[in-house]
């Protein structure tokens, strides 16, 4: 089953701190994050392995929390080139090499 | 230099026909994925193919035939091309488990 993601749209001005969540009904071995911009191929953000673990990306990073089977994505102070739909990628335990994505997440950032 | 190349880029053909898209990377790559986006930007994984060895076969109609002649290459065929199948197809590719994966910059399939 597909991952959840929220919120489904958000706008926000340059600046501004967002944080996009991805939840899994399923036990999850690793989650990936990914951006799109329209037109163009999704383009990989990060990856976390294990429960609890957070990784940075500039001013990007991500948690993992095994336990709940969540992700959280949090972007700050944000720049036009955040702008983008945000997938998360979720591969279950026993079902690797097969990365599910999210329902997507549209951020759009305004001067 | 292009690490996933798919193509044509653009794909517009009418109901019935049978068309091909082609992917190739150039990252060294062990693992070559098909994944379909619809119009609602759904991404959803078609097959995943291993050194030339299919892995991954999610519920695809049989009119999908996905080869791989090596482990550079993977291709997608289908037949008999019905309206459901317009979408935008990527092809994608990972090194091993536990990394990223490159997307190609997709074919857009419309089907008249």
């Known amino acids: 089953q597909q991952p959840v993601q929220s919120p489904q749209a958000v706008i926000l001005r340059e600046g501004e701190d967002a944080v996009i969540n991805c939840s899994s009904s399923?036990?999850?071995?690793?989650v990936h994050w990914y951006r799109q911009k329209h037109g163009e191929a999704p383009v990989f953000l990060m990856i976390l392995l294990k429960g609890g673990e957070q990784k940075g990306h500039d001013k990007i990073s991500a948690s993992f929390n095994e336990k709940k089977q969540q992700s959280s994505l949090y972007l700050t102070a944000s720049q036009l080139s955040y702008s983008g739909t945000y997938f998360c990628?979720?591969?279950?335990?026993?079902?690797?090499?097969?990365?599910?994505f999210g329902t997507g997440t549209l951020l759009a950032v305004q001067p | 230099d292009t690490a996933v190349s798919q193509t044509p880029k653009y794909l517009v053909t009418q109901m019935g026909n049978d068309k091909s898209i082609k992917c190739e990377q150039n990252?060294?790559?062990?693992?070559m994925y098909w994944y379909k986006q619809d119009s609602k930007k759904f991404l959803k994984i078609m097959f995943s193919y291993n050194n030339k060895e299919l892995i991954i076969n999610e519920t695809v109609p049989n009119r999908f035939s996905p080869k791989s002649p090596d482990k550079a290459h993977l291709n997608l065929h289908i037949n008999s091309l019905e309206l459901g199948d317009s979408a935008v197809y990527f092809c994608a590719s990972s090194h091993k488990q536990r990394q990223g994966y490159t997307f190609g910059s997709g074919t857009r399939l419309t089907v008249v």
């Open positions: 990628g979720t591969e279950a335990r026993g079902a690797t090499n097969k990365l599910i």
């Open positions: 990252l060294g790559h062990d693992t």
């Open positions: 399923k036990a999850l071995y690793s």
